[in-house]
């Protein structure tokens, strides 16, 4: 369970707790903790200046990247409405709207719109359509930007031989894209089996 002993500042650290307690309490699907503490360490080693969040939720993983890297700026995506709605009380809460900015809408309408350049995206909405939203961010990726997945081994679905049956077209999508990934002629792309599984791509700079 996360401790966000990280958080030097007492009442940011409390808020963050109660963030995350009340994200599980309301069964949000939040970032795990493992990966949520590889991706502080991307972002301590990359420092990107823009980042673009695909899937907010209540925006527990915009405000957690926005306090580790206070350079940077996110703009992040959510359809949901309810969702966004809360999200943005929580970013007002903790005092980052400069830093983060919510869009509310479908991120396949809203990122072929976008023309900003960023560092990182982050991918973390519908599993069944990361290939759409990644073929949409690849175009505003910068030359030797990243863009991590969550959710790339889908309870390890993705590497199972047998897949229940509800799952089995999302699934077929996620190995898909998995191949995209890794036959892409401008990522480098590794796959960590860290919590549900997430990936890290490197565009050629
Ligand atoms: C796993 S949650 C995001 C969790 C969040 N990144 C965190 O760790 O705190 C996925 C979110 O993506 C949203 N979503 C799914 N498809 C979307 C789309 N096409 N455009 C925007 N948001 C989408 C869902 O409504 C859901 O709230």
Redo the contacts with the bound molecule.
Sequence with gaps: VENFLWIKDDNKRLMMQNLYNK?KADH????LDEAARMIDSWLLLLKPTRIL??????????IRMALVSPISKIDT????LD?AKEALENIQHFELVEQIILHE????ELIPEMTQEYDLV?I???KG?YGR?FEDAMKLLRPGGVVIC??MLFHGFVEAEEVPKRYRAMIKKLRIFHETLMNHPELETRILSIDDGISISVKRG
């Design positions: 994200a949000v699907p939040i970032i969040e695909v899937g907010t939720a209540v925006g527990y993983s915009a995506i959510e359809k949901d969702r809408g479908d991120a396949l982050f973390d909405a519908a359509q939203f969550d959710n």
